[in-house]
């Protein structure tokens, strides 16, 4: 039976490892030893690993896990248009991911904006989604190389996926993300249980991830850029520069600024 393991890293950083049993895909393995201590344990033979962009806490470990498992013929899948070392499959939106031990499929879908080729991989079947850093709990990525236009429509398509998709973010950012849309919608009741939910979770050494989609449309103020309350903050933010009509690209755009300086 397929499962998602969240191997912790550096500060904030959670390497995911999807596995069977018995072999294992690594996500964005920026750190290899925990990676390595996660696979030791349980006994499983890493054969893929998957990259969502180029930073070096999501790539940093990938050089090591080939050295260290040099006759496991591991596969390294990564964005087409960034330098990924050792990349061997390059990927485009369109492109799948036939994975097939551990046996799982994956959609790729480009989404520009944290960088200009950053990828996400999205299992149809498993409704999993592993975003690097384009989504968070509670939050997006800052725009590191994109613009408010290119992720805004990055978050549409994936603010486009069944609710019930459970989103594999790279960082444990929840709570702090929470603070911050609290004050773009301190009105709101889901985002008050949210809240409580994952300070409880966090209070017991638990990740406040995976999260899903439908709960990220109800709490992120990054998905609800067409939500009044978001309109009028985003208004408030640019100090009156966007209307109240403003297109979701301006509103997107003036929300990360704010949350850029809160």
């Known amino acids: 039976m397929l499962k998602v393991f969240p191997v912790p890293a550096f500060t904030d950083n ?6 069977d049993g018995t072999y294992a895909a690594a996500v964005d393995p920026g750190d290899a030893a925990p990676v390595i201590d996660y696979l030791e344990r349980n006994s499983l033979t890493l054969t893929a690993i998957l990259i969502t962009h180029h930073h070096p806490d999501h790539i940093g470990g990938i050089t090591a896990l080939l050295d260290q498992y040099p ?3 591991i596969q390294v899948y990564g964005p087409a248009k960034e330098n990924i070392p050792s990349c061997n499959v390059r990927l485009q939106e369109g492109d799948v991911v036939e994975l097939n031990a551990p ?8 989404v520009p904006g944290h960088t200009d080729g950053h990828i996400v991989f999205y299992s149809v079947e498993h409704h999993w989604l592993f975003c690097g850093d384009t989504l968070f709990g509670g939050g997006c990525g800052r725009l590191r190389e994109g613009t408010a236009k290119q992720m805004q429509s990055s978050l549409a ?3 486009a996926l069944p609710r019930d998709t459970k989103v594999y973010c790279a960082h444990e950012y929840t709570l702090d993300n929470l603070r911050f849309a609290v004050a773009v919608e301190p009105d709101s009741t889901r985002l008050q249980q949210r809240i409580e939910a994952d300070t409880a979770k966090r209070a017991r050494g638990e990740p406040t991830l995976p999260s899903t989609i439908g709960v990220e449309r109800d709490t992120n103020p990054f998905f609800r850029w067409d939500v009044t309350a978001v309109k009028l903050a ?7 520069n966007i209307g109240p009509n403003a297109a979701p690209d301006l ?9 850029n300086h809160f």
Request: proline fraction near 0%; charge should be positive; glycine fraction near 8%.
């Open 157 to 159: 398509k994936l603010k």
């Open 71 to 73: 006759s496991n013929g």
């Open 103 to 110: 046996a799982v499929r994956f959609d790729v879908i480009d």
């Open 251 to 259: 509103v997107f755009g003036a929300i990360r600024e704010w949350k």
């Open 234 to 240: 985003a208004q408030r933010a640019s100090s009156g």
């Open 14 to 19: 959670y390497l995911w490892v999807i596995d």
